[in-house]
């Protein structure tokens, strides 16, 4: 197991409703990733966080909004919910920015349903 | 990126076989590519990655191939077993930061004893 933990494991909201998703980065960890994936497709990028400030942003709308606290965890935040927000929600934590893959863990997601 | 809804494209290997997973990629100028493996209710784990600097990678058990005339991406496992059934993705690096990642559609291995 990574020691990438990410909170709640379920989720169920309504549309329009607001939500806040929660990541715990890896000890040594200064870089967040937040991935959205659909059910039977690839994770796609939503943004990225080092050292507290947004270091790149995928194409997702405003309404996806993140913040990164001094301790490196992070969080996700989608106001507005459509459908087809429900997603799995994963996050990625690494040593920084400009590390290998090898160096980045995910955590086990968090499943967003919206009805 | 593409998109197959529902249904994973589906490779079913006899244990003990070698499996050999493709992928496309998009990007020429993507740099750094990078296999992940996603069983059930986990996050994807790295596998295995290879540089555009380079067209072949191994490690334990898996191979990656790159192939930058054609764009194309392959992985194979070497005497598969029951332990790799899970859903495989490649994936390319975005922009000029690792860890921004665009990934593929995935390829679901389904391994029969």
């Known amino acids: 197991e990574t020691g990438v933990t990410q909170s709640p494991t379920h989720l169920i909201k309504t549309r329009g409703q607001q939500v806040t998703l929660r990541c715990s980065s890896q000890?040594?960890?200064?870089?967040v990733s937040w991935y959205q994936q659909a059910l039977g497709q690839g994770p796609q990028f939503i943004f990225q966080?080092?050292?507290?400030?947004?270091?790149g942003r995928g194409n997702f709308p405003p309404r996806f909004s993140g913040l990164q606290f001094p301790n490196y965890s992070s969080e996700l935040n989608v106001n507005a919910l459509l459908l087809g927000d429900s997603a799995l929600y994963l996050c990625?934590?690494?040593?920084?920015?400009?590390?290998?893959?090898?160096?980045?863990?995910f955590g086990p997601g968090t499943r967003l349903t919206v009805l | 990126g593409e998109s197959v809804g529902l249904h994973l494209p589906t490779l079913s290997v006899q244990e003990g076989d070698n499996s050999i997973i493709n992928c496309a990629y998009s990007?020429?100028?993507?740099?750094?590519f990078i296999w992940y493996k996603q069983e059930s209710g986990k996050g994807p784990q790295f596998i295995i990655d290879?540089?555009?600097?380079?067209d072949k990678r191994q490690g334990q058990r898996v191979t990656v191939l790159l192939n930058k005339t054609v764009k194309h991406l392959s992985l194979q496992i070497a005497a598969t077993q029951p332990g790799d059934s899970a859903v495989y993705f490649c994936?390319?690096?975005?922009?000029?930061?690792?860890?921004?990642?665009?990934f593929g559609a995935g390829t679901q291995v389904v391994v029969t004893p």
């Open positions: 990625a934590s690494s040593p920084g920015p400009g590390k290998s893959s090898d160096e980045q863990f």
């Open positions: 000890s040594g960890h200064n870089t």
């Open positions: 290879i540089r555009s600097n380079m």
């Open positions: 966080y080092y050292r507290e400030e947004e270091n």
């Open positions: 994936a390319e690096n975005l922009g000029d930061s690792w860890g921004k990642l665009q």
């Open positions: 990007n020429s100028a993507s740099d750094y």
